[in-house]
């Protein structure tokens, strides 16, 4: 049993029954699948995790009553004492939190503020499987680009209906016109050997929650 596990075991434990409950979430393009359909849902999550993985950044399966309780875990295993959330981020997603203070982003918020947390918390608009990416636009619960580029740690919540196989099936979901971010993995770059390596710019740690409905 990992680290993170032994702290969810006590969480859920402490907790008892009554341990967590539906939260509004954003998500889209819901519709009942059929036999054949859910069996094809199932290769492309796994292909995403494959592929974030690949990527050295962590992805964990959540259900979705579990969440609040997955994200607590996921800082308190960093040892988080303050994170930057956009301000729409569903209160849900935070109801857990103990001894982590979750500071709600404005456009007033300076890159000094956002330098000094431990990580930002944020949704996403779409996930690519094959390419292993999640895509922010800045959308509801994902603030401005700058959350997903200054912090040192981000932890990104992917829904399962949000993932699709490739970057053609991602861009209808898209608009152009917002601030698109896409994100493979956390910040990285080739030597001349193509050997991959941390990068100087982005969050070292990526971290990410797919929620399982």
Partial sequence: MTGRE??????????GPARGTAVPVPRGYRRR?????AADRADVIALFTERV????????????????????????????????????????????????????????TDAAVL?????AVTGCAVAVARTGTVVLDGGRAQGRRALSLVPDHHLCVVHADQIVGTVAEALPRLDPARPLTWI??????????????????GPRTLEILVVED
């Fill in 6 to 15: 032994e702290v969810l075991r006590r969480v859920r434990a402490a907790l």
């Fill in 33 to 37: 699948l059929g036999p054949e359909e």
């Fill in 53 to 108: 993985a690949d990527h050295r950044a962590s992805v964990r399966h959540v259900h979705a009553d579990e969440l609040a309780t997955a994200v607590a875990a996921a800082l308190w295993g960093r040892e988080a004492k303050r994170v930057i959330v956009p301000a729409d981020l569903p209160f849900g997603w935070l109801a857990e939190l103990d001894g982590v203070h979750a500071l709600a982003d404005t456009p007033a």
């Fill in 115 to 119: 330098e000094s947390c431990d990580g």
């Fill in 184 to 201: 493979s993995g956390p910040a990285a770059t080739l030597d001349l050997g193509g050997t991959r390596a941390p990068g100087p710019h």
